[in-house]
């Protein structure tokens, strides 16, 4: 608030979509508050859609400040399905390896998008492993499995049983993988999220509403 007592200013982008088919309000922890338009939508809904969502768009930029805060905290370390490892720079290197409790990285510029390729191997190797375990349990199969990095989904399952994970789940724990898969698995017997596919989620990962708050709560802090 400011001296009158109405909301202080925020500071926002405006996007035009050829896509859009309404105005849509997103809080980014890179592009800060960003306002997408339909093309031809005038240039005052975007004001008008801030002034509506001020309190959501409040509530969201202290959530990513918070998330800053706990990755800021991490030190010389990154998180690995609810576990820590610790970085050991060599300079010189060109990949980020495992060893142990140890995640050797390279030095500079370098380290950062060597972490992110050792996240999306490794996301390879744990969701599959657990993907062939729940649907061998159940009797169910899918046809192929992609690792992305998708800004607003944690996973998805096509209706041709293409299942794709975001690799920032290994920076949660491992419930909430858990519980993930066995989410895209649930949607090979139904695809919508009707109350038959919450019934049988239920069934099978009978916590699951501890980690969808889990990710609600922490997602943002799903970041490298």
Not at 11 to 28: K, L, Q
Not at 60 to 76: D, I, M, Q, T
Not at 96 to 109: C, I, M, N, Y
């Amino acid at each position: 608030m400011d001296a009158s007592g109405l909301p202080s200013a925020i500071e926002y982008a405006v996007r035009r979509s050829d896509r859009a088919r309404r105005v849509r309000v997103t809080v980014d922890p890179t592009r800060g508050v960003e306002v997408v338009l339909p093309r031809r939508a005038p240039e005052r809904e975007a004001a008008a859609a801030i002034r509506e969502l001020t309190p959501w768009i409040e509530r969201r930029v202290a959530e990513l400040e918070r998330a800053r805060a706990a990755v800021a905290s991490r030190g010389n370390s990154v998180p690995y399905l609810g576990g820590a490892l610790q970085l050991v720079v060599q300079p010189g290197r060109t990949r980020a390896h495992r060893r142990g409790a140890e995640l050797l990285v390279p030095d500079g510029a370098a380290q950062r998008p060597a972490l992110e390729r050792f996240y999306r191997r490794a996301a390879h190797i744990e969701v599959a492993s657990r993907l062939d375990r729940a649907c061998a349990q159940v009797g169910a199969g899918y046809s192929r499995l992609q690792i992305r990095g998708q800004r607003t989904r944690w996973a998805s399952c096509s209706r041709s049983g293409a299942m794709s994970f975001n690799w920032r789940l290994l920076l949660g724990p491992e419930s909430v993988l858990d519980y993930v898969v066995w989410h895209e698995v649930c949607h090979l017997e139904v695809m919508d999220h009707s109350p038959r596919f919450w019934a049988l989620l239920a069934a099978r990962c009978p916590d699951y509403r501890e980690q969808v708050r889990w990710l609600r709560r922490n997602g943002a802090t799903l970041v490298l």
